[in-house]
C-alpha cells in the first residue's frame, strides 16, 4: 500500500496534535482528496516521522506512535552550477531521492544562468519546495538543506568540516568508485556547467583539498553528471542496498 505522508516544520507538531498549513491541507484535502479521518504518515523535515489522522475542519491532525523512518545514509553534498532552463529543479529533485543531505547551487563562469540576491532567494524558496515534495515522494523523514546560490569561493568554505571533497572532471579525474572515500563523515561533490569548470575553477576547487573524479569515457549533460555522481557514491557506500529503516 502506498503511505500517504505530509510534511509540517517541527513547531506545528505537538505531542498529540499537530496544525496544518495552509498548503499540507490543500494537498490532503484537494490533491489527495482524503476525508476526515484518514490515516497518513507525519514527518518533519530533520528525520522523525509519526502515524496521524486528520481531524474534522481539516485544521489539525492527531498525532500517534512515531514510526520507523528510512535509515540516514552518508552525508552527502552536493555543489551544483546553475543551469537554465528547469535542470536545476530536476537536479534538487533527483538528488532529495538519492538521499543527499546538502544542496548548495554556485554561479560558475560559464553558467549561462545569472541571478542577482533577490532571484536567487526565489530560486532557492521553489527549489526548497521541490525538495520537500520529492522527501515526501520517496519515504525521507528528512528534507535535505538547500542553500541560496552563492559563488564557488563561499560554496567551498561552507562544505562541512572534515567531508571529503571531489570535484567531477574528466580529464585526469579517476573514476568515483575508485577514490577511496571510506572513513569520511561525508562527501561533497562538485558539478561544473555545461561548459565545464575554468582552469581557475578547477584550481580553486584542488587548492581546498579536492580529489579529481570521472565518470567514464562519454560526455554527459551538467544534470546527468550531478545525478549520476551522486547514485555513484551512495552505491559505494551501500545507501543503494537494502537497509532496514531506524
Given amino acids: 500500500m502506498i503511505r500517504r505522508r505530509v510534511h509540517l ?21 484537494d490533491v489527495l482528496r482524503l476525508a476526515p479521518g484518514a490515516a497518513v504518515e507525519l514527518f518533519d523535515g530533520r528525520g522523525a516521522a509519526w502515524e496521524a489522522v486528520i481531524e474534522p475542519g481539516f485544521a489539525t491532525l492527531a498525532v500517534g506512535a512515531a514510526r520507523a523512518a528510512l535509515a540516514s545514509g552518508p552525508a552527502l553534498s552536493l555543489l551544483f552550477a546553475l543551469s537554465k532552463g528547469e535542470k536545476g529543479e530536476l537536479v534538487v529533485q533527483k538528488a532529495t531521492e538519492l538521499g543527499v543531505a546538502r544542496l548548495c547551487p554556485w554561479a560558475a563562469e ?33 528534507v535535505p538543506e538547500v542553500m541560496a546560490p552563492v559563488g564557488l569561493a563561499e560554496a567551498l568554505v561552507a562544505v562541512p568540516a572534515g567531508h571529503r571533497l571531489v570535484v567531477l572532471h574528466g580529464p585526469g579525474g579517476a573514476p568515483l568508485s575508485a577514490l577511496g572515500l571510506d572513513g569520511a563523515p561525508g562527501v561533497a561533490l562538485v558539478v561544473g ?31 546527468t553528471a550531478a545525478i549520476a555522481g551522486l547514485a555513484v557514491l551512495q552505491a559505494v557506500a551501500g545507501d543503494l542496498g537494502d537497509r532496514p529503516p531506524n
Fill in 9 to 29: 516544520p517541527p513547531e506545528r507538531i505537538g505531542a498529540t496534535r499537530a496544525e496544518l498549513t495552509e498548503e499540507a491541507r490543500h494537498y490532503l484535502r
Fill in 110 to 142: 560559464r553558467s549561462v544562468l545569472k541571478l542577482d540576491a533577490g532571484k536567487g532567494q526565489e530560486r532557492a524558496e521553489r527549489w526548497r519546495r521541490i525538495a520537500g515534495e520529492a522527501a515526501r515522494q520517496c519515504g525521507r523523514a528528512d
Fill in 193 to 223: 556547467p555545461e561548459g565545464g569548470l575554468t582552469t581557475s575553477e578547477l584550481a580553486a576547487c584542488e587548492a581546498a583539498g579536492a580529489v579529481r573524479g570521472a565518470l567514464g569515457p562519454r560526455t554527459l549533460r551538467a544534470e
